[in-house]
């Protein structure tokens, strides 16, 4: 029978089918953070078991992590208190912990793939949505609950039904200043913040193969925006090119023997996929979203819909957004004033968007009125930019960077979007109160928050 | 050992907007606890609590009209974060099923692992819900988990609803995921040794 990626990968790694149930899915990567796990753990202890896997399973904490002031002790309590629950729940059942103090520490979804701990052909779990990131370099990777997470510590499995298949295939070229960023938040624009629930995505066509990995994370990550289980990109060269001499990555000739393995990974043609969708690069331009969820999104030169024809709970809910957003309807954003920009995240947060904004940035100033964020996704990457010198440039251009975390994307830390305020946020959601009570968040790509860290004000990065 | 689900009869909380994500459910500046206990005090807290903490007359939770163990919500309900806190937040305030025309993967899951039952019915059913409720806010429905069935009492309306047959059993009789994977450990590590 004809396969796809999804169903190779997904089918070895079934250890029992349970009749009319779930499948019985072996997880080879269990990525925890402070935030999801300590019921988790907690559960383990009332049962007086251990991690089954502790070899399999790697600790980081991000989420509610300050992004400056890391030499002092955590200031918020429970934040602190969460933190120090994993470094010990890590410590006692034998988990290796990217702890503060340690500079491979970052977000989960930014370390796991820089260490080589993901890897091609794997089913990897965090109780975290945006796990699809790791989807990016061939793996079947997804988001769960803690219920999930206990399972997955206590047997190194957890209990799934197959989801149906989707296979998104995007040819052609991007155009300028259009990221990946900017082609997820089209796609997610035409098929809605639901259009993808019960589905995994297979992305596919010479625009994704075109992609750098960065890039294609960003594009895996935001899968789960469609409310997909998750997002996968098959394995190439660009994959194997990229995983060579990371530090979990297998050496000598088991590197062989993986590569070998990865290049089977591919879509066998004529494979059955439940659903399919195609889409032309050529037709993404820079994007922002002007809505509360991130189906909510326009390109930047465009204007907001009408809303004419809605009924229904259809019609609460955009006037609802659109009441949030203080926006009104048919208006056009360029313009509009924005008080801050962050630039960061699983989505953002690679070493390639701090080159973008950095190119972008370069010789200009930051606006006066704009408060600026940009927080690197991991210390590597904040190695990196140092290395690369970006630092001096974003310095000159009156920006600062802050310490690795996941910060303003959900606003867990002190990182927190004042109510009323408008942010340019290259992170994933636009939720209501995401970014901190009352925040206004207009999602976008590096070059669309660099333009307006410039301007003040959202405008198109083409015109700079 | 989880609290276990048959029949509910029920007024119904409406709360007819779409893409209700988990942030507006439980908020993340409230994830910070080390235990399961007490999120239900901050369900929905920025649509129920103004900057003062002030509760907002309008929402629907703060109405005294609307009671009971069943909330009803628009299309793709718990959409975005995996946070098993929403569902704990559902549960703890006291809901014991939530309605929708979709639900988003993870909440499902999260909602079944925590005796919570997601009830999905078409599109129409929901707007009979939500207009019946609207008319007369003591409107009752039936949910039968044995049978699979959503039964709007007044017009005796009812509705098949699906469920995974493995979650119906754990449902039905509070049985939990774990305990059924620790009794399959000489599977998983045959699994792990097949070469």
Redesign the interface.
Same mark, same amino acid.
């Given at each position: 029978m004809k396969k796809t990626v999804f169903d190779k990968i997904w089918d070895s790694h079934v250890v029992k089918r349970i009749e009319g149930g779930p499948e019985v899915l072996y997880i080879d990567r269990h990525l925890v953070h402070e935030v999801t796990s300590p019921q988790a753990f907690a559960g383990l202890d009332r049962r007086g078991i251990k991690v089954a896997r502790p070899e399999r399973t790697f600790a980081v904490c991000d989420h509610n992590v300050p992004t400056l002031n890391r030499h002092l002790p955590i200031v918020e309590e429970q934040s602190r208190i969460q933190v120090e629950t994993l470094a010990r729940n890590a410590a006692g059942h034998g988990v290796t912990y990217f702890g503060l103090g340690n500079p491979k520490q970052g977000v989960v979804h930014v370390v796991g793939p820089e260490l080589g701990i993901t890897l091609p052909g794997m089913t990897i779990v965090c109780g975290d949505s945006h796990t699809s990131t790791h989807g990016a370099y061939g793996s079947i990777a997804f988001g769960i609950g803690t219920s999930e997470v206990e399972m997955t510590l206590a047997s190194q499995c957890i209990m799934q039904p197959k989801p149906q298949k989707m296979l998104i295939e995007i040819n052609g070229r991007l155009g300028k200043c259009v990221t990946a960023k900017d082609l997820v938040l089209y796609i997610v624009y035409k098929l809605t913040a639901g259009g993808g629930t019960g589905y995994f995505i297979e992305f596919a066509g010479s625009a994704v193969r075109e992609l750098t990995m960065e890039g294609r994370m960003t594009v895996c990550n935001m899968s789960i925006e469609m409310g997909a289980r998750g997002g996968l990109i098959a394995p190439d060269e660009k994959t194997f090119e990229y995983f060579y001499g990371r530090e979990y990555a297998p050496k000598g000739a088991e590197w062989d023997k993986a590569v070998a393995r990865w290049k089977t990974l591919k879509t066998d043609e004529g494979a059955l996929f439940d659903k399919t969708c195609t889409f032309d690069a050529a037709d993404v331009e820079p994007m922002i979203t002007y809505g509360t969820n991130p189906g909510m999104g326009m390109k930047i030169t465009g204007t907001v819909p009408t809303g004419d024809g809605l009924a229904g709970t259809d019609r609460i809910t955009f006037d609802k957004a659109l009441h949030y957003m203080g926006f009104q309807a048919g208006q056009s954003l360029i313009g509009h004033p924005v008080q801050y920009v962050f630039l960061g995240s699983c989505t953002n947060g690679r070493i390639e968007d701090f080159r973008t904004f950095a190119a972008f940035v370069k010789g200009k100033k930051k606006h006066p009125d704009v408060t600026a964020w940009l927080v690197p996704g991991s210390g590597s990457v904040e190695k990196q930019i140092c290395a690369e010198g970006l630092d001096k440039t974003l310095e000159a251009a009156g920006f600062e960077l802050r310490r690795p975390g996941c910060s303003a994307c959900l606003a867990m830390n002190e990182d927190k979007i004042p109510a009323g305020k408008y942010a340019v946020s290259t992170s994933n959601r636009n939720f209501e109160g995401r970014q901190g009570p009352g925040s206004r968040t207009l999602l976008a790509g590096a070059p669309v928050a660099a333009a307006a860290a410039i301007t003040g004000k959202v405008t198109d990065p083409r015109t700079l | 050992m989880a609290e276990k689900f048959i029949t509910l009869e029920s007024t119904v909380v409406p709360l @007819?907007? !779409? $893409?209700v =994500?988990t %942030?507006?459910i439980i @908020? &993340? #500046?409230f /994830?910070?606890?080390?235990? #399961?206990d007490g999120f239900g005090s901050n369900l929905f807290r %920025?649509w129920r609590y103004d900057?003062d903490n002030r509760p907002v007359p309008s929402f629907v939770l703060n109405n005294p009209v609307y009671s009971g163990k069943v909330l009803a919500g +628009?299309?793709?309900f718990g *959409? +975005?974060? *995996? #946070? !098993?806190?929403a569902?704990w937040a559902i549960f703890d305030y006291g809901f014991r099923a939530v309605v929708s025309s979709?639900?988003? %993967?993870?909440f499902k $899951?999260?909602s079944l692992? $925590?005796g919570l039952l997601p009830v999905q019915v078409t599109p129409e059913f929901l &707007?009979k819900i939500?207009s019946a409720v609207e008319q007369r806010p003591d409107t009752r429905i039936r949910i039968d988990l044995e049978k699979q069935e959503i039964t709007l009492l007044a017009t005796g309306e009812k509705q098949h609803f699906d469920i995974?047959?493995?979650?119906k059993t754990c449902l039905i009789n509070g049985y939990d =995921?774990?305990d059924? /994977? /620790?009794s399959?450990?000489d !599977?998983?590590e045959a699994?792990?040794n097949r070469g």
């Open positions: - | @007819p907007v !779409e $893409n =994500d %942030d507006q @908020p &993340a #500046r /994830l910070k606890a080390t235990t #399961r %920025d900057k +628009g299309k793709n *959409s +975005g974060s *995996s #946070r !098993e806190h569902a979709f639900f988003a %993967d993870i $899951n999260n692992n $925590n &707007a939500f995974n047959g493995y979650k =995921d774990i059924y /994977l /620790l399959i450990k !599977e998983i699994y792990e």
